[in-house]
């Protein structure tokens, strides 16, 4: 790690790209597939199938999914290097290092193919904007 290395903020969005940030939030609520309650059976606090169940009820975040799919269909055609940097930033949500190391960028880049990103989904999740076609991502996440 480079010492006095400018600080970044990931988390920064610009006004413009505040709504399609929230539509990423809800989206990465409905993509997330891990259980949040999850532990290993071997711990202390594990609790059982049923029980997990009746707590998983309680505090599921609700999210528009037809919203979600909207934005999945539009991160899907985003370039890969925007795409890669929109789902670690909403979804995997780690240090930008492993991100860094896998996209072969800097961390100003990482910043701005986040930055760029938002403003593709900006322009592609506008009324009156329609896919030409249906892609599946592949290998994403």
Not at 17 to 23: I, L, P, S
Not at 73 to 92: E, F, G, Q, S, T
Not at 100 to 115: F, H, K, N
Request: proline share 6%.
């Amino acid at each position: 790690m480079v010492k006095n290395a400018k600080y970044i903020d990931f988390h920064r969005v610009e006004p413009h790209q505040v709504e399609v940030d929230r539509r990423l939030k809800n989206w990465a609520g409905w993509v997330i597939p891990r259980n949040p309650g999850w532990v290993s059976p071997m711990f202390r606090q594990y609790r059982s199938e049923e029980k997990l169940a009746q707590v998983d009820k309680r505090y599921r975040i609700t999210c528009d999914v037809q919203d979600a799919w909207l934005v999945e269909k539009a991160v899907c055609h985003l370039p890969m290097h925007h795409r890669d940097a929109i789902r670690w930033a909403y979804v995997v949500r780690n240090t930008p290092s492993a991100p860094m190391r896998e996209l072969g960028v800097e961390r100003d880049t990482l910043a701005r193919l986040l930055r760029d990103g938002r403003q593709m989904l900006v322009t592609t999740l506008s009324p009156g904007w329609q896919f030409a076609e249906m892609r599946v991502c592949v290998g994403a996440g």
